[in-house]
Each structure stands twice: as structure tokens, then as C-alpha cells.
């Protein structure tokens, strides 16, 4: 048999048929052999141990099954990722060394530029107007340099952030200083909350400001003039705070909102007079990540758009039931926020628990044009729970099929819980088998509805579950 075997495997092979010798259990193991042409192969050998009525090994019976095709093409997965990143370090040298080429001769043009601009005598109106193109096309290339470098450092994992604990207030005061020029000059109102130093954030205070400056900066430039800019703070979960910065633009429509954050991306600007790289979102959302937090966006033709970017903040505490817009798609918070329903009653609060985008739009599309609920988003089953506990809402709407925790087990935690026990949690799944329903319902799922969703559906399910929980409540408060 150690002929058979590749000298170099030898050991590893003995001595593991000698562990299962001693436990009496199953030998698995892979290893290499010679060939009787000389050439070097793998094999999965296989074997159980037979025992006689005292429990002694009276033979082995196994199998030996070639994988020498399966490993070689394991070896050439292996050698592709090593080759990418390989490629990918070199992009990132390539790339930083171009930056110190290009930065050096940008020097010169924007540092005389400048001299041309402010020396005597004074520059005439012809002049001026020409050297003020030079230097804006000389800021504009450089700030697409570093963006690029930027970008190409963060994804060959060379970037990493300091977490630091920092007030949230002075981050917001230092990057309104840096906009409200551009802002003013187009008659655009910017208005950010009051805060006190108790509001704390654990980020990289200055890749936060990046990413504030390139949502607030673009807030303004996709504006109207005479628009508005508006920032609002609370607080989404125990430790966690979402910022949102609404604008008063044009909005993105669907199409638009699927490739916001993919690089050198413009949505269809790039003819237009407005410069923009199309990098700085998807740098924005790198940064974001890599400081353990999430950026998303929601948005309505028409009307303008909502940037919302949730931070660990140690301390936060959302209300009992929060009130207001918006952290948007994907996000944790409320998605779509309405006044009392008709009556005066406070609007019923729906959670829906969903990681793609495309279903969470369509459900908050359908719920915005009642009156009577307010929707809030999680993108997936861990958050879902989490949320669930934070706000304690009316009806739940559940995925199945998520990444992490499942609808089902996100389920189960609820149903175990007796802070959340009572709730009526509808599944929403393209998991559209008999025996998923079944499972489901034998879970404990209200009701279950499978994915192309009809809306007329939807609508008869939720309200269903609202009429079960105002029938609760009436039999709580003794009506």
C-alpha cells in the first residue's frame, strides 16, 4: 500500500487510519498517489470497520474513488485568485504611482493659474474667464485622482479606518462650513439639526466628513435653485443613529436607484453641464462599510431624493415608536412615515423584512398610498428581529429566503419572545412549493404569500392581520 501512496502523503495516511483504528469509526481522506505511469493523481479513500458481537475490528471495507480531475481544477481556482490578486496589488501601485505623475505637473497648472488670477496687473474679463476654466478643470482632474486612488486602495484592502469616538455635532458643523458657498450660490436653503456633545458616533472622523461633504455636495448640485438641503438625526436602535440628508432635486427613478453606487456611474449626466466623476457614491459606501455602518437611498421623480447613512453611536436610544422619514431602502427606520389615519388615530406600523431592493420598492410604493400605516425596513433577518424589538410594530412582512438568519428562524425568535409573541408575521416568499407553505404555516406564520406578489393579496393579508391586532387591543383594554 505505501507504494501506492505518494511518499510525501505517507504519514498523514497512517497515521490516520491509526486514529480510526483507535475511535473504530470511519476512515475519510484524500490524499496523492503514484501512478503506475510515473504521473501523481488524488484519491478519496473511504472505508468503514466491521465489528464482531465484543466490538473488535474484524475487517475494513472501503472505497478508493479518483479526484484527481476535481483537485486539479481546485488547483487552477486557487492559482486564478492568487493571479487577481497579484493583478489587483498591481492596479493599486500602478495606480498611486500615475497619481504622484499626474499631481506633480497639476501643480504647476492650477499653482500659476492661481498666480494669474490674483497678480497684477489684474487679470482682464476675457482673462479671467479663461483662467477661471483652468483651474476649474484642474481641481475637477485632481479630485477625480484621488477618488480613483481612493477607490482602488479601499478594494485591495490597503485603507482601514480609526474608530474613534467623536460628537456627531462638530462633523456636521465642519462639512456645512465646507458647502454652504456652494449652496448660497445657488439660493439653496441648508438646514442641519441642533445637537449637543452627548450625540457621539464611532467612525474615522475624517473619512465621515468624505462622505457627508460628497452627500451634501451632491445634494446641492442635483438641486433646484432656491431648493432646499435638509439634515435630520435620530436615533434607529439601541446604539445605533441614522443621518438623513433630503434634498429638494429632481429625484432618481428605479432604474437609476439600481446602479447609484456603482462606480464611474452618472445615471445618465454625463452630457449634462454638471461634472461629477460618478466615484465619490461608491467610495462613500466603501467607507461607510469599512466603519461598520450603512448608507442607502430613497427616492421619488419629482420630488428629490433621501441619502440616510447609519453609524454605531454609543448611547442612542430610539423613541417608543419613532416618527419620522426615512433611512430608506434596505435600512433600518422608518421607510415611509405618514400623520394620524382619518379619525385621528395613529397610523399602524408595518415592518417588512426584506434584503431585495426591487420588493421592498414595490411594498413601499403600495403602502404609500394609504393612509393608515407606516412602513419600516430591514434588510435582513438579524436587523428584522432587532427592529422588531425596538418598535414593537403591528404586522411584520418576511422574506424567507435571506442571507444570515432566515425568515424561519427570524420567526421562531420572535414567536419564543413574549415582547413579540403576539405579532402577526406574514411570509412573502418566492419559496412557492406546498410543502414551504406548509412549513411556514406550521411555524406560525399568519399568512403566507408567494412572490410574483399580488398586490390585491397583500392588501387582503395586511389588513387582516390589522383587524386581528385592533381585535387584541379591544380585548386588552376589556372591549
Aim: glycine residues 10%.
Amino acid at each position: 500500500m505505501q507504494n501506492y501512496i505518494h511518499p510525501l502523503d505517507q504519514a498523514r495516511v497512517l497515521a490516520a487510519i491509526d486514529a480510526a483504528i483507535a475511535a473504530k469509526g470511519m476512515f475519510v481522506l484524500e490524499h496523492r498517489v503514484l501512478r503506475a505511469d510515473g504521473a501523481i493523481g488524488w484519491t478519496q479513500s473511504r472505508a468503514v470497520p466491521l465489528l464482531d458481537p465484543v466490538g473488535a475490528i474484524t475487517e475494513w471495507v472501503g472505497t478508493a474513488t479518483d479526484v484527481t480531475e476535481r483537485k486539479g481544477i481546485e488547483a487552477d481556482l486557487i492559482t486564478a485568485l492568487a493571479a487577481a490578486k497579484a493583478a489587483n496589488l498591481a492596479k493599486s501601485e500602478f495606480l498611486s504611482r500615475m497619481s504622484h505623475e499626474l499631481r506633480s505637473p497639476l501643480n504647476a497648472v492650477l499653482g500659476f493659474a492661481q498666480l494669474l488670477q490674483s497678480g497684477a496687473p489684474t487679470p482682464t474679463e476675457q482673462q479671467e474667464e479663461s483662467i477661471g476654466q483652468i483651474l476649474k478643470a484642474g481641481w475637477y482632474l485632481l479630485r477625480l485622482i484621488e477618488e480613483i486612488l481612493d477607490l482602488s486602495l479601499i478594494e485591495s484592502g490597503r485603507v482601514s479606518c480609526v474608530l474613534r469616538s467623536v460628537p456627531l455635532a462638530g462633523v456636521l458643523d465642519e462639512c456645512q462650513a465646507l458647502v454652504e458657498r456652494q449652496a448660497a450660490a445657488r439660493g439653496i436653503c441648508l438646514s442641519l439639526p441642533r445637537l449637543d456633545d452627548r450625540c457621539i458616533v464611532t467612525v474615522d472622523r475624517t473619512r465621515i466628513k468624505q462622505v457627508f461633504v460628497n452627500i451634501l455636495g451632491n445634494a446641492i448640485k442635483y438641486n433646484r435653485d432656491g431648493g432646499t438641503v435638509q439634515v435630520h438625526v435620530e436615533a434607529v436602535e439601541q446604539g445605533r443613529i441614522c443621518i438623513r440628508i433630503e434634498d429638494s432635486g429632481s429625484g432618481l427613478s428605479f432604474e437609476q436607484l439600481a446602479d447609484i453606487f456603482q462606480p464611474f456611474e452618472r445615471l445618465g449626466r454625463e452630457a449634462g453641464a454638471i461634472e461629477g466623476t460618478g466615484i465619490g457614491l461608491t467610495l462613500s459606501k466603501r467607507l461607510v462599510e469599512l466603519m461598520g455602518g450603512r448608507i442607502g437611498v430613497q427616492s421619488v421623480v419629482g420630488q428629490g431624493s433621501v441619502f440616510w447613512v447609519e453609524l454605531d453611536a454609543p448611547g442612542a436610544e430610539p423613541p417608543a415608536r419613532p416618527s419620522s422619514p426615512a433611512t430608506g431602502l434596505g435600512g433600518l427606520g422608518v421607510a415611509v412615515a405618514h400623520g394620524p389615519a382619518a379619525g385621528g388615530r395613529f397610523p399602524s406600523t408595518v415592518l417588512y423584512v426584506e434584503d431585495n431592493r426591487t420588493n421592498q420598492l414595490l411594498v413601499k410604493r403600495l403602502l404609500e398610498r394609504r393612509t393608515d400605516v407606516r412602513l419600516l425596513l430591514a434588510g435582513d433577518g438579524e436587523h428584522g428581529v432587532q427592529l422588531a424589538h425596538a418598535t414593537k410594530p403591528d404586522v411584520v412582512l418576511m422574506d424567507i429566503h435571506m442571507p444570515g438568519l432566515s425568515g424561519l428562524e427570524a420567526m421562531e425568535r420572535l414567536a419564543a419572545d413574549p415582547a413579540t409573541a403576539h405579532i402577526p408575521v406574514i411570509a412573502v416568499s418566492a419559496l412557492a412549493m406546498r410543502h414551504d407553505i406548509e412549513k411556514a404555516l406550521h411555524a406560525g406564520f399568519f399568512r403566507y404569500l408567494s412572490k410574483p406578489i399580488e398586490l390585491d393579496a397583500l392588501t387582503e393579508a395586511l389588513d387582516a392581520a390589522l383587524a386581528l391586532c385592533l381585535t387584541r387591543g379591544a380585548r386588552a383594554n376589556g372591549g
